[in-house]
């Protein structure tokens, strides 16, 4: 499993002690430092069955800068991808990749029903 966060998130934080307490072997990537790139972020929204806009990170400082609020709506999907792809901060957080899913946030709930 691929477990991106941005460790100074206490979201992520939490996310990463449920899994280690779940003894779940997962490789840790910084999401600012590696961001994930357009053809991942593809990839990663068709495998999770969710709509793009949940990937943006709606309560980040980047988010807001951009008034994305306002502006997302009138992007098309590929400006949209090329947002998300060119910085980290933009991109919610965690990601949980694992074989069969992509969980986007943490909600405990949802995570340990998609890895039982």
Known sequence: MLFVCYPKCS?????????DEH??????????????GEAEL?????????PLKRFFNTSGLAY??????NRLPSLSEDEQ?????SDGMLVKRP??????AVLVGFRE?????ALR
């Open 42 to 50: 593809r990839a990663w929204q068709a495998k999770s069955g969710l």
């Open 64 to 69: 807001k800068a951009l008034d994305l609020k």
């Open 23 to 36: 003894a779940l072997a997962h490789d840790t990537r910084d999401i600012k430092l590696q961001n994930p």
């Open 11 to 19: 979201t992520c934080q939490k996310a990463e002690r449920w899994l």
């Open 81 to 85: 991808f090329a947002l998300l792809s």
């Open 109 to 113: 709930k949802e995570w340990e029903a």
């Open 95 to 100: 990601i949980l990749v694992t074989d069969t």
